[in-house]
Structure formats: structure tokens, C-alpha cells
């Protein structure tokens, strides 16, 4: 008999028996695992692969073996090594996911629908081996868009960019500007989408909290207790914080 294991965190009731790990589907998955198929066949294998739905629906997917970090961040999420390499693994997500479309996913589509943006690529996420982000799960929040849309929450988590009254977040302002930096040179984003960056992160945190307040509004019990315990009023701050020291990230930002 498989060990099985219930695996904390998230929003959704996951289990773990053996090496594979049952989660629920929704309207969204069959969109989610034509993308994992996808990503299989481009030669990514970062992510999980898709094993088919188990007798009551749920999908059956790779359980990847590491570390995944909680907030605050373990020393290992927050090392330069994870910052780095979670950016070289976002800019090789992107990449294959090129050529693949579908219809369905859990948000909207966004314009232009560069690659497809996995929606919350942050350390709660991301697998690390030692301090080196080796894999990523969770594609519920999948959906067509533009790197910069994904580049952005991706940096605002991993650098981070967060308020000093954040107590998930590290680092000064000034230490943060130099990793958001480091991050967008891994993942080799260019000069346009750099001077844009600090935008979308305001706006990619406003598009988070209007989602909270939908789906709470929507009856989502989860949802509602993030509001609850003022998740929403963290994302705010920390959009405000992005915009307040702008100067600050795009004179690394946008260094020669």
C-alpha cells in the first residue's frame, strides 16, 4: 500500500500517495493538463506530468520530491542561488510553452498572449533541491498572456518586492531594487518590458485583490478568509511600496 499524506498549504485539498499526488479539478483543468502535456513534449520537465483523473475526478500528477517554502521564506528560498535559478526556470517555462493553446482556463486571457503564464510563480510554488528551484506546480492559474505579466508577480515574490510592514517580505528597499534586478537579468527580459515593470507590478497586485474579492463574493470559503485576515490589505501596501520607491528599482532596473 502507497504511503499517503496530505500536503499543506494552497487552497485546495491535496494528497499525496506514493509518488503521485491527487488534487480537485475544475472547469479550468483539462486546459491545465493539455499544458502539462505540452510542456512534457517540449522537453520541459520542471513541472509535473499528467496521469490521467482517478475514479471520483481528481487529477492524478507527478509528486515532485524537495522543499517547498512557506512565508516568511526559508533561508534557502531566499538565497541568491533560488532567486536566480527560479528565474532561469520561469524563462524555460515560458519558452515551451510556446505554440500551445486552449480555451478554458480558471482568469482571463491577457493581451498580447505572449506565452502562457502560470499565474503564481512564487517560492509556495516552487520546488527547491538544497537552494536551487528545481520544479513548479500548481498550474491552476494558468492562463495566455504576456511574460511581462508573469515576470512581474514573479519578481514582487521572489525578490520580494514588499512593504517594511510585511512580515512575509526581507530586505531593504535598496536590497530588493538589486535582486528584482538580478531576477530580470536571469530570466533575460528586455529594456521595454524593465521600464514597465514597476507598473505591472501595481497592477498585476490590484488584478490579484479584484480576484479575491470575486471569488469571495462567489461563495469561496478560502477566499473569503484571506480577505478576512486582510491578505488583500498586504497586496495593496505592497503594490503602494512598488510604486512609492520606483525610482529606486528602475535605476537597477534600467542600468546600462
Known amino acids: 500500500m502507497a504511503e499517503r499524506e496530505i500536503l499543506a ?3 485546495n485539498l491535496v494528497e499525496r500517495v506514493g509518488d503521485r499526488v491527487l488534487r480537485p479539478t475544475g472547469p479550468w483543468s483539462p486546459a491545465v493538463h493539455g499544458l502539462l502535456t505540452h510542456l512534457r513534449a517540449a522537453g520541459f520537465t520542471g513541472g509535473p506530468a499528467f496521469h490521467g483523473l482517478t475514479a471520483d475526478g481528481r487529477e492524478i500528477l507527478d509528486f515532485l520530491p524537495g522543499e517547498v517554502s512557506d512565508y516568511p521564506p526559508t533561508p534557502a528560498a531566499a538565497s541568491r ?3 536566480l535559478s527560479a528565474a532561469r526556470l520561469l524563462r524555460a517555462y515560458h519558452d515551451a510553452t510556446a505554440g500551445y493553446t486552449a480555451e478554458g482556463w480558471m482568469l482571463p486571457a491577457r493581451e498580447p498572449a505572449e506565452v502562457v503564464c502560470h499565474g503564481d510563480y512564487a517560492p509556495h510554488n ?3 533541491d538544497g537552494e536551487q528551484v528545481v520544479g513548479v506546480i500548481d498550474f491552476d492559474t494558468a492562463h495566455p498572456g504576456p511574460r511581462l505579466w508573469d515576470v512581474a508577480f514573479a519578481a514582487y515574490r521572489w525578490a520580494p518586492i514588499t512593504a517594511p510592514g510585511n512580515a512575509d517580505g526581507f530586505g531593504t528597499p ?3 531594487a538589486v535582486r528584482v534586478r538580478e ?10 518590458d524593465r521600464a514597465a515593470l514597476i507598473d505591472t507590478v501595481e497592477a498585476r497586485l490590484h488584478a490579484l485583490v479584484a480576484h479575491m474579492r470575486a471569488e469571495a463574493a462567489a461563495g469561496n470559503a478560502a477566499f473569503a478568509s484571506h480577505l478576512a485576515d ?13 510604486v512609492r520607491e520606483r525610482a529606486r528599482f528602475e535605476d537597477q532596473l534600467l542600468a546600462r
Open 81 to 83: 542561488t533560488a532567486l
Open 183 to 192: 531576477f530580470c537579468d536571469a530570466y533575460g527580459l528586455g529594456p521595454a
Open 126 to 128: 516552487c520546488v527547491l
Open 9 to 11: 498549504g494552497g487552497v
Open 174 to 176: 535598496d536590497e530588493q
Open 230 to 242: 486582510g491578505h488583500h490589505l498586504m497586496y495593496l501596501s505592497d503594490a503602494a511600496h512598488a
